[in-house]
C-alpha cells in the first residue's frame, strides 16, 4: 500500500513537472510571436478606419459578421454530411470547434448524444484496437517464422515498435490526401492529422470547410470520414500497447519484490496455508486494476512471465514433506 501510494504521488509530481516545462516552452516559441500579430492587427485597424471612417462600434459589427460567416464558407453545414461530421467531432471528443448547435433543443440533444456516445465509442476503439493488435502480432510471428527462427516470440517491445510504424504511416498517407485536398503544405496536414486523431482538436485546421466541400465532393467526404475512424482506431491501439506496457511495469517491481522477501525464497518451512493464492495487498480496487492487466495480456496474446524459482510447484511439494517429517 505504500508503495502504491508513493507511486501515485510519483506521477503527480511528473505530471506537475511535465506541465510546467510545456508552459515554460510554449511562452518562450509563441508569446513574442503572438505581440508581434497582436501589433499588425492593430495597425491594419487603424488603416482602414482611416480608409472608410468606420466608428470603434461599426468595426467591432464588421468583426462579429466575418466570424458568424466563417463557419458557412464550407456550405451547408447541418445538411446530413455536415451533421455526420458534426456527430463524429462529438463522440470521438476532437471537438474541432467549427460549427456548433444554435438551437436550445440542439444543443439539449448535443449533451444527451455525447453522454451515451462518448462510452459506446471509446468501448469500440478499445475492442478493436485489441483485434488490431492481435493481428499485427500473428503477422509478426508469420514474419519471424519465414527469418527461420524456431521458437519464435513476439514481446511487448516488438508490438510498441510495430505500433509506432504504423501509426506514423498512417499519419503520413493521411498528410499526403489532406495536403493534395486542401493546398495546405505536408507538414501542416501532417499536424492537423496529428492533432485531429489524438483528439486534441484545436480547429486551427479544419478539412472539409472550403469551397462547398461537404457537397460538392462527396468522395473526399468520404474519404475523410474513413480515415478519421481508421486512423483513431490504430492511434487507439497504439496507446493501449503504451499503457499496457507502462502498467506491466509499475506492477513488476512490487510483485518481484514482493517474492523476493517470501519464506519460500529464503528456503524456510512454509506451511500449507501458505500455498493458496493471496490476493494481493492493498485495496480491492489495486486487486481489480492487476486483473484487468493479465486479462488485457492475454487478449493481446501476451503470457504473464513465469515464477522464478518455483518450476512446477516442486518447491511447495518438498516444503510441505519436511514439514511433515518434522512432525513426526
Known amino acids: 500500500m505504500k508503495q502504491q501510494s508513493v507511486r501515485t504521488a510519483a506521477l503527480v509530481l511528473c505530471i506537475l513537472s511535465y506541465l510546467l516545462v510545456g508552459a515554460a516552452v510554449f511562452d ?9 500579430r ?14 472608410y471612417g468606420f466608428s470603434a462600434e461599426d468595426y467591432r459589427e464588421l468583426e462579429r459578421l466575418a466570424l458568424q460567416a466563417e463557419p458557412h464558407r464550407a456550405g451547408r453545414q447541418w ?13 470521438t471528443t ?7 448547435p444554435g438551437t436550445d433543443s440542439g444543443k439539449v440533444f448535443c449533451m444527451f448524444y455525447a453522454l ?63 495536403a493534395h485536398f486542401e493546398g495546405w503544405t505536408f507538414f501542416h496536414a501532417y499536424y492537423y492529422c496529428f492533432i485531429t486523431l489524438t483528439t486534441i482538436g484545436f480547429g486551427d485546421f479544419v478539412a472539409l470547410q472550403s469551397d ?23 492511434i487507439g491501439a497504439f496507446l493501449n500497447l503504451v499503457v499496457l506496457r507502462f502498467l506491466a511495469a ?19 518451512p512454509e506451511s500449507h496455508r501458505s500455498a493458496l493464492p493471496r490476493r494481493p495487498e492493498g485495496s480491492s480496487v489495486s486487486y481489480r486494476i492487476h486483473q484487468l492487466e493479465m ?28 514439514v511433515r517429517r518434522k512432525s513426526v
Open 28 to 36: 518562450a516559441l509563441e508569446s513574442e510571436a503572438e505581440s508581434g
Open 295 to 322: 486479462s488485457a495480456r492475454d487478449n493481446l496474446g501476451f503470457s504473464p512471465p513465469a515464477s522464478p524459482g518455483a518450476p512446477g510447484g516442486r518447491s511447495g511439494e518438498t516444503g510441505r514433506l519436511q
Open 250 to 268: 509499475s506492477t513488476d517491481t512490487p510483485e518481484r519484490a514482493a517474492h523476493r522477501a517470501s519464506p519460500l525464497r529464503r528456503g524456510a
Open 116 to 178: 451515451l456516445g462518448i462510452p459506446l465509442t471509446l468501448v469500440t476503439f478499445q475492442s478493436l484496437g485489441e483485434r488490431l493488435n492481435a493481428l499485427v502480432r500473428r503477422l509478426l510471428l508469420a514474419a519471424k517464422r519465414c527469418l527461420g527462427l524456431r521458437r519464435p516470440r513476439v514481446s511487448t517491445e516488438n508490438m510498441v515498435v510495430a505500433g509506432l510504424l504504423v501509426c506514423a504511416a498512417t499519419l503520413a498517407l493521411g498528410a499526403a490526401a489532406f
Open 212 to 234: 462547398e466541400a461537404l457537397q460538392r465532393k462527396p468522395p473526399y467526404v468520404a474519404f475523410s470520414f474513413l480515415y478519421i475512424l481508421l486512423g483513431l482506431t490504430v
Open 79 to 91: 445538411k446530413f454530411a455536415g451533421s455526420f461530421y458534426f456527430a463524429i467531432t462529438v463522440i
Open 94 to 100: 476532437i471537438g474541432y470547434g467549427h460549427a456548433a
Open 38 to 51: 497582436q501589433r499588425l492587427l492593430a495597425q491594419k485597424r487603424r488603416e482602414l478606419r482611416r480608409k
